[in-house]
C-alpha cells in the first residue's frame, strides 16, 4: 500500500483516478470490443417514492444474463450514507461498482473536509461517475441508477433519476426504472398521493414491484416460496430503516389475496 | 570553489530535535485512555479546527503541534485507510499498519529535510468483540524524528506528556466507565494549562470511538453531552 500520492483533494473517485489509476478499467480500448457479447448479470427494476417523512427506495432482488436468473438474491438498494441511498440497474458489476465507490466518496469526503456534502451535492457525484461509464454504456454495459435521501437543510425526501449520459433529473414524486421501470412507474401513477404514510408508500412499492414481475419476465417481485423479499429503505431526518421482511410479506399477501378473489369474482 | 562548512551529524539532529520539541511545546497537549466502552481522545482546543479527526471504521487519530502539518498528515491517513479498505476490506484496515506508515513517512522528513515535522501523533483503534483477533483496543503514538510505540490504558502527546503520564499512571485504572474517563482526561489537560483553574466544556474536544457502535465507530462528543458527563 502506497503511502502518500500526489492527489490533495477530497473525493475519492478522482484519487484513484490520480493516484491508482490500475484500479479503474482502461476506457481507452473498451471501443475495440463489444461487449454486448459478454453475457453479464443486469440487474432489473427499482423505484423510488416520497412520503410524509422522507422517501422510500425499493428493489426486486432478480438479475438475469440474457434468459437466465444470474442471482436470485441480489441486492439493489445499497445506503450510500446515513441519509442516502442508490438504486442500481443495468450492468450489475459496474453499477455495484459505482454505488460502492460513492458511498465511500462520501465518507471520504466527509472525513476530509469535516462536514458531509449537501445532499444536491452528491446526486451530482453520482451524475459524473455516470458520465465517466459513458464509453462502457456505449459498449452495453449501461448503468441507471436511481439516487434518494434526505435532505437536512430543507427538511425533504428527494430522488434523482439519471440517463446513461450522466443527465441529473430530479422528481417530485416517485421514479422507476430497470427493465420493470415502466410497469412499476404505471401502477406508482395510480397508488400515489402527495403526503402519504410510510406505511402505505411501503404497499406501493411492492404493488409496484409486484406489477412489474407481473408484466417483465425478467423482474423478481416477492419470492415467497424462498422467502425472498425486495428490500425497501425508508429514509428520513432518523436515517434509514428497511421494512421488514414480515411487513413485506404480509403486504404482498394481502394483494394476492385481493387479486385472487377478483379473479374468482369474475369467473363466478 | 568553496568549502561546506562540517557539522557533525550528531549536532545535526540534536538540533533539529530541540527545534521540533520546542515547537510541539508551544502547543497544547492531548491525552487519550481507554474506557469500559471503547476509547476516548481528549484534547485542549478552543477554535473550530479540530486536532482529532476519525481514520476510518475503528480508527482514529490525534495530533498536537503545528496544525497545518499534522492535519496534512491526517488527510494521508484517510487517503491510506480509505483506498486500502477499498482494494482490501474493511476490516484490514489496522492502527498498526498505519501508524508504521506514519513512523516512516515522518522518520524520513527527519532524516533528509532541513526542517522536521512539528508533530507529534497518536493512533488509536478500537476492538471489535465480533471479530475474533480484533478484540483488543490498541494505541500507537509516533513522535517527531518516526520513534513509535505502542500503549495500554492511555497515552499523552505534546509538550506537556511526561508530566501528564506520571499523573495518569497514579490515578488511572483499567474499566473506567466513560464519565470518569472524561473528568480524568480533564483534570491531566488542565494540569498541563498555564494557570486555568478549568477547562470549559466549550474549550475541550473530545472524541470516542465507541466499541458498541454499528459501522463506524467515531462520534464527536458535542459540548451539551459534554457538559453533562462532566457534571458541570
Redesign the interface.
Known amino acids: 500500500?502506497?503511502?502518500?500520492?500526489s492527489?490533495q483533494g477530497s473525493s475519492?473517485s478522482e484519487?484513484?483516478e490520480v493516484?491508482?489509476p490500475h484500479?479503474r478499467p482502461d476506457l481507452s480500448r473498451v471501443s475495440e470490443v463489444d461487449l454486448r457479447a459478454l453475457e453479464v448479470p443486469h440487474g432489473t427494476t427499482v423505484l423510488a417514492l416520497k412520503y410524509v417523512d422522507g422517501v422510500v427506495m425499493a428493489g426486486d432482488r432478480l438479475a438475469t444474463e440474457g434468459h437466465r436468473v444470474a442471482s436470485r438474491d441480489i441486492q439493489k438498494v445499497y445506503a450510500t450514507d446515513d441519509h442516502s441511498l442508490v438504486a442500481i440497474a443495468g450492468a450489475a458489476g459496474p453499477a455495484i461498482e459505482m454505488a460502492?465507490?460513492l458511498r465511500?466518496e462520501l465518507?471520504?469526503y466527509e472525513?476530509?473536509e469535516?462536514e458531509s456534502l449537501e445532499l444536491e451535492g452528491k446526486a451530482n457525484k453520482l451524475s459524473q461517475m455516470i458520465r465517466q461509464n459513458l464509453p462502457m454504456a456505449m459498449q452495453g454495459l449501461v448503468v441507471v441508477p436511481l439516487f434518494a435521501g434526505y435532505d437536512l437543510r430543507r427538511h425533504a425526501g428527494r430522488l434523482w433519476k439519471y440517463d446513461v449520459t450522466g443527465g441529473r433529473y430530479e422528481e417530485t414524486e416517485f421514479e422507476a426504472t430497470g427493465s420493470g421501470g415502466l410497469f412499476a412507474g404505471e401502477s406508482l401513477k395510480k397508488s400515489y398521493s402527495p403526503g402519504m404514510s410510510r406505511g402505505d408508500a411501503v404497499k406501493a412499492a411492492i404493488e409496484a414491484l409486484t406489477d412489474a414481475a407481473d408484466q417483465d419476465r425478467a423482474t423478481g417481485g416477492v419470492d415467497i416460496e424462498r422467502g425472498i423479499f425486495p428490500i425497501v429503505g425508508c429514509c428520513s431526518q432518523a436515517g434509514i430503516e428497511n421494512a421488514l421482511d414480515s411487513e413485506i410479506k404480509e403486504i404482498y399477501q394481502d394483494i394476492m389475496e385481493r387479486r385472487r378473489r377478483s379473479a374468482s369474482g369474475a369467473a363466478s | 570553489m568553496s568549502m561546506p562548512f562540517y557539522v557533525s551529524p550528531e549536532q545535526v539532529m540534536a538540533d533539529k530535535a530541540e527545534y521540533a520539541r520546542k515547537g510541539i511545546a508551544r502547543g497544547k497537549s492531548s491525552v487519550t485512555l481507554e474506557y469500559e466502552g471503547g476509547v476516548l481522545l481528549m484534547a485542549e482546543n478552543p477554535s473550530t479546527l479540530s486536532k482529532i479527526g476519525e481514520i476510518y471504521d475503528r480508527v482514529a487519530f490525534a495530533g498536537v503541534g503545528k496544525f497545518s502539518e499534522f492535519d496534512q498528515l491526517r488527510k494521508v491517513g484517510v487517503r491510506y485507510a480509505d483506498v486500502k479498505g477499498y482494494s482490501y476490506s474493511r476490516e484490514d484496515v489496522r492502527a498498526k499498519a498505519l501508524a508504521n506508515a506514519y513512523s516512516q513517512a515522518v522518520g524520513d522528513v527527519f532524516t533528509n529535510q532541513m526542517k522536521p515535522l512539528e508533530v507529534e501523533m497518536l493512533v488509536a483503534e478500537v476492538g471489535d468483540d465480533n471479530l475474533a483477533g480484533h478484540e483488543k483496543n490498541a494505541i500507537y503514538r509516533v513522535q517527531f524524528d518516526g520513534s513509535i510505540s505502542d500503549h495500554e490504558g492511555f497515552c499523552v502527546i505534546g509538550g506537556a506528556a511526561e508530566e501528564l503520564h506520571s499523573y495518569l499512571t497514579n490515578e488511572y485504572r483499567a474499566g473506567i466507565p466513560l464519565g470518569e474517563a472524561v473528568k480524568l482526561g480533564r483534570n491531566a489537560l488542565q494540569r498541563a494549562s498555564d494557570g486555568e483553574p478549568r477547562v470549559a466544556p466549550e474549550n475541550l474536544e473530545v472524541c470516542q470511538l465507541e466499541r458498541q457502535r454499528p459501522g463506524r465507530k467515531f462520534n464527536r462528543l458535542a459540548t451539551d453531552q459534554l457538559r453533562e458527563l462532566l457534571g458541570d
Open positions: 500500500m502506497r503511502f502518500g500520492g492527489y475519492f484519487l484513484l493516484d491508482f484500479f460502492r465507490i465511500v465518507e471520504h472525513k476530509i469535516g
